[in-house]
């Protein structure tokens, strides 16, 4: 079964700097563009960041552009973000996902919690 296990969440002050990572499995990793999403409290899910299969291209949500870099290890089948100049209006629940996944059930996995607060 498609599984995504997401870490590196914290307590952070504004300006800090984390690196979240996501563990997938149950599909062929190296096949997928990658996506990064945030939650914020009261607010719906957004895309922050993609990145494609091999790596060759990323986009980024434009209040994100230049703080944050998302990366992948296709032989860790991981996705990573870093964040840099962190900002309160980062904080948010985040979570990576392949957008769809043919002829398997994809679940969202449980998230990271992120908290930018002096």
């Known amino acids: 079964q498609v599984q995504y296990v997401e870490s590196g969440g914290g307590l952070v002050q504004p300006g800090g700097s984390l690196r979240l990572s996501c563990a997938a499995s149950g599909f062929t990793f190296s096949s997928y563009t990658m996506i990064w999403y945030r939650q914020a409290p009261g607010k719906e899910r957004e895309l922050v960041a993609t990145?494609?299969?091999?790596?060759?291209?990323?986009s980024y949500k434009e209040s994100v552009k230049g703080r944050f870099t998302i990366s992948r290890d296709n032989a860790k089948n991981t996705v990573y973000l870093q964040m840099n100049s962190l900002k309160p209006e980062d904080t948010a629940v985040y979570f990576c996902k392949v957008p769809y996944i043919a002829g398997k059930k994809n679940n969202w996995g449980q998230g990271t919690q992120v908290t930018v607060s002096s």
């Open positions: 990145i494609t299969s091999a790596g060759s291209s990323t």
